[in-house]
């Protein structure tokens, strides 16, 4: 055991000559873009009528009417049997997590084929939402999330598409929680999107989904929030937007996040540039039923999983990005495993407690890696 840990420090010995301990990792690569907050929504404030669907259906429509709105949501349960489209210029605010609750009712539609959400919108070009203090509960048990794989969101913004003129723009989440979807919340074909101060756990089903899974971004900040119990899935993933992740993502900073108990990973990152991801925690990944070890770009227990965005012939990389200061503990497979990139820096990480594999694995098929670090 001692043999491999020193072969794998071999592996990453520091090219500058001097180690960075934790937590003193310095950046390497100029820092992504942050988004912008969403601007115009107008302070009019609509209230629901009923406690469902349908009373935010026409609270928000008739904000549309008028250029955009407050919806506002008392304390209680709403319930979701259909589907809720989003518009632009649309703020949700609840009463707090716990208090106000986005529920799925038993008359919901879903499969485990084609995907759907209580509230979003999709194939619009929509911009500036505010979604805030509230609870979005899919109210699928555990044995109902590994035995049905219900293709249900709690919330989507997104399009078909995959280039930079569809992008849905300005979106921020602030203090909510999702629990007990299929996918807990999903972003794509987007610009300018905040998470804060978010709480998403126990989403994810047998076909190892993630609490937040956003692909084909520019402008991302995730910060302050926790991730937990992603039963087979992944805390946050944040991919390109291709089956071959060769539409990257651009400018994605992550920081001061907790992750947790993730049933893969705690953070799988494939096909992005311009990435800072510093000052996490993550432990206890890869412990689910079904995780095994890293195999041809199949994660597996990791807590967080850098990769590139491999396409067809294995030769189109990710480049900048910055993995400072976090704290690994505890992981089954690694905790950084390193794929496919050419532009990394890996300065001031705590990993430690690595049960069934190193604590770096990798890396492969990456260039201009400079690596100091401490694993005490």
Request: glycine residues 12%; proline residues 3%; hydrophobic residues 35%.
């Amino acid at each position: 055991m001692k043999m491999a840990a020193v072969a794998v420090i071999a592996v990453f010995t520091s090219v500058s000559g001097q180690a960075a301990t934790y937590p003193n990792g310095t950046f390497k690569y100029p820092a992504p873009t942050l988004p912008s907050n969403p601007t115009g929504t107008p302070g009019t404030q609509y209230h629901p009528a009923t406690f469902d669907d349908v009373g935010i259906l026409n609270a928000i429509n008739a904000a549309h009417a008028n250029g955009g709105g407050q919806i506002v949501l008392s304390s209680g349960t709403y319930t979701i049997n259909n589907r809720v489209a989003l518009q632009s210029n649309i703020s949700i605010l609840g009463a707090g997590k716990g208090s106000t609750i986005i529920k799925r009712g038993s008359s919901f539609p879903y499969n485990s084929s084609t995907w759907t959400e209580l509230i979003g919108a999709m194939d619009a070009v929509l911009h500036d939402f505010y979604i805030q203090n509230l609870t979005f509960d899919g109210g699928f048990t555990y044995s109902q999330l590994m035995s049905l794989t219900p293709y249900v969101y709690s919330m989507r913004i997104s399009s078909s598409a995959d280039d930079a003129a569809h992008l849905n723009q300005r979106v921020y989440y602030y203090n909510i929680e999702v629990e007990n979807f299929g996918i807990g919340l999903n972003m794509g074909n987007s610009a300018e999107i905040t998470v804060d101060n978010c709480y998403m756990h126990a989403n994810g089903c047998s076909a190892v989904f993630e609490n937040l899974y956003i692909r084909n971004v520019k402008d991302v900040l995730i910060k302050n929030s926790e991730f937990g119990f992603a039963y087979e899935g992944v805390g946050v993933k944040v991919a390109g937007g291709l089956s071959d992740y060769s539409n990257e993502a651009h400018n994605v900073t992550i920081y001061g996040n907790y992750f947790h108990d993730n049933g893969w990973a705690d953070l799988y990152v494939a096909g992005m540039q311009g990435v800072r991801i510093y000052n996490n925690t993550c432990t206890y990944a890869g412990y689910g039923s079904t995780a095994t070890n890293n195999n041809a770009g199949v994660l597996g227990g990791f807590s967080t999983y850098w990769e590139g965005d491999f396409d067809n012939s294995g030769n189109h990389y990710s480049s900048n990005v910055d993995i400072v200061n976090n704290v690994f503990t505890n992981d089954k497979w690694a905790g950084i495993e390193l794929q496919y990139a050419n532009g990394l820096n890996v300065q001031g990480n705590k990993i430690s407690g690595t049960s069934s594999g190193p604590n770096y694995n990798g890396p492969t098929a990456v260039t201009s890696l400079n690596c100091d670090y401490n694993t005490q």
